[in-house]
């Protein structure tokens, strides 16, 4: 058992020294800045749709009635 663990820690080390995890962790945060910016600009967004929806339903409504 133990020598397993040792054998997961050696390959951990060989990947964390490798240059090719780094471009991943770069792609990493830049993802999570993306997903960040988005969810910041669905609320403004969402309000901005919300009104525009009640604006029609208010032009139908005094159609209507």
């Known amino acids: 058992m133990r020598r397993g663990f040792l054998h997961i820690v050696f390959r951990l080390q060989r990947l964390i020294a490798r ?9 990493a945060l830049i993802i999570a800045l993306l997903v960040m910016t988005t969810t910041a ?8 749709i919300g009104n525009a929806f009640n604006g029609i339903f208010s032009a139908f409504n ?3 009635g």
Do not use: C, F, R, S
Not at 41 to 48: C, F, R, S
């Open 19 to 27: 240059e090719d995890g780094q471009d991943l962790v770069e792609y």
């Open 41 to 48: 600009a669905t609320k403004p967004l969402a309000v901005v």
């Open 62 to 64: 005094n159609a209507i």
